[in-house]
């Protein structure tokens, strides 16, 4: 029970705090972006999505392979092998994505694996998503001159991406 209790609040908190974050630091450093969710709110679930993938708030997975594996290229991963995967990487393939480094908040397609997929997709996407739509369309709309203030700081971690600190004004 309370190794489930901290499993889901860092499944569910720490990672949707990150996405907040991270998209006003994407909105930062974009501001060609940001005046455009501001001219075209309707954006903001397609913004949500780009931001999920260019800023991943989980960049790293794990899976231990209960079987043999043979991937796409032939090579083969014997049962047992720990397998470490780059969700942030995957998010920048560029035989998936075109021009993977821009920011574009109405990309589509976006078939980006922020939440990873198949049978241990994260519960929380949906619930997350709409917590992304919800409060960061609200910060836009509500200050829409927001600014950096002051130098950010990132957190000192690999497999969360995240902010420690994020000035910024709204004045
Ligand atoms: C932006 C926010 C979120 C991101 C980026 C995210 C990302 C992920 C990823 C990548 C996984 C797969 C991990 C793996 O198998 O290696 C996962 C699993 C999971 N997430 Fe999330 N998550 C978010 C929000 C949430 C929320 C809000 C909840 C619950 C309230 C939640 C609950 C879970 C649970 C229970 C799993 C395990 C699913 C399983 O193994 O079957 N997540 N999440």
């Not at 489930?4 to 994407?26: K, Q, Y």
């Not at 960049?59 to 720990?82: C, F, H, M, W």
């Not at 075109?98 to 997929?117: E, L, Q, S, W």
Request: with cysteine; glycine share 8%; charged share 20%.
């Amino acid at each position: 029970m309370i190794q489930n209790c901290i499993f889901l609040l860092n499944a569910g908190h720490e990672t949707t705090t990150s996405l907040m974050a991270n998209s006003v630091g994407t909105l930062l450093d974009n501001p060609d972006q940001h005046q455009r969710l501001l001219d075209e709110p309707e954006l903001i679930a397609s913004a949500v999505e780009e931001f999920l993938r260019v800023e991943s708030p989980l960049q790293i997975g794990n899976r231990l392979a209960g079987e043999d594996i043979t991937l796409s290229g032939g090579e083969v991963l014997p049962k047992g092998t720990y397998i470490h995967t780059s969700i942030a990487g995957a998010n920048r393939d560029p035989a998936v994505f075109d021009d993977p480094g821009r920011v574009d908040i109405a990309r589509k397609p976006n078939r980006h694996i922020a939440f990873i997929t198949g049978i241990h997709v994260c519960l929380g996407a949906t619930l997350a998503r709409v917590e992304g739509r919800i409060a960061l369309g609200r910060l836009v709309r509500r200050f829409p001159r927001l600014r950096a203030n002051g130098p950010a700081q990132r957190m000192p971690l690999a497999r969360f991406r995240g902010w420690s600190s994020l000035p910024v004004s709204v004045r």
